[in-house]
């Protein structure tokens, strides 16, 4: 289901040479409105690699602890990228006919930030021979590698339900899915999905050589793959 854009931009750097993004997804929890997406066939479901800028909300009055918000999942419970009710970042992955996850990545940071926008890559390669290469998250440009969680996926682990043909979601996980809730509050922009290929954050934005702050960068370049993009429109 489609949501309103709003004009939110995450960077006036144009004069920079940087990315000027004006145009944002509005979530608000208290309504549940949400993208959803089903593919005709499977991508490549060893090797993808999801981007997406994100800005939490207190729309609709709700505050933090407000419980789990789910920015981006396949057709089962526990295969997803979330906000945690603890307020940390977690990305799960479910093999198909399971309800429960077989590999965890859990931040030891919080998310409690509602200011400002941060960029978020969700990068996996599960035939990586380095474990802890397998599945690798980035926030603004930096590796995370302190984990509170860290549950890494076999060795060509083939079968989680995210780039598969089943349904996807954006801002909530729904009855489809296993159980209906996880309703995301707040915006995301430039939001890619990469098919085939693990990707670091340096394909998505790139560090303003003034300000020293990671900024959006043109993605227009990058082969996509035929499984799944969802991407915010130009204006």
């Known amino acids: 289901m489609g949501r309103p854009f709003n004009i939110h931009p995450i960077t006036d750097d144009s004069a920079l040479g940087g990315k000027e993004i004006e145009r944002s997804l509005v979530f608000d929890a208290s309504d549940g409105l949400h993208l959803t997406r089903t593919p005709s066939s499977a991508g490549n479901q060893k090797k993808w690699t999801f981007s997406c800028w994100i800005k939490r909300s207190e729309l609709g009055g709700s505050s933090f602890n407000a419980g789990e918000m789910r920015i981006f999942g396949g057709d089962a419970n526990a295969s997803h990228i979330f906000i945690s009710s603890g307020e940390t970042l977690r990305w799960d992955l479910s093999p198909e006919g399971s309800s429960s996850a077989s590999a965890t990545l859990t931040t030891n940071r919080l998310m409690r930030d509602h200011i400002n926008w941060f960029h978020l890559v969700c990068a996996l390669d599960t035939d990586e021979s380095t474990a802890d290469n397998r599945m690798r998250m980035y926030i603004n440009g930096v590796e995370e590698t302190a984990f509170n969680t860290r549950s890494n996926p076999s060795q060509g682990f083939?079968?989680?339900?995210?780039?598969?043909?089943?349904?996807?979601?954006?801002?909530?996980r729904t009855s489809a899915q296993g159980s209906d809730g996880m309703k995301f509050d707040g915006y995301m922009a430039e939001i890619n999905f990469i098919d085939g290929q693990q990707y670091d954050p340096s394909y998505f934005?790139?560090?303003?050589?003034?300000t020293g702050q990671w900024i959006p960068k043109d993605t227009s370049g990058l082969t996509f793959g035929t499984c799944l993009l969802y991407t915010s429109p130009s204006p």
């Open 205 to 210: 934005g790139e560090t303003n050589s003034v």
């Open 158 to 172: 083939s079968t989680n339900r995210m780039n598969n043909n089943g349904l996807h979601t954006l801002g909530r």
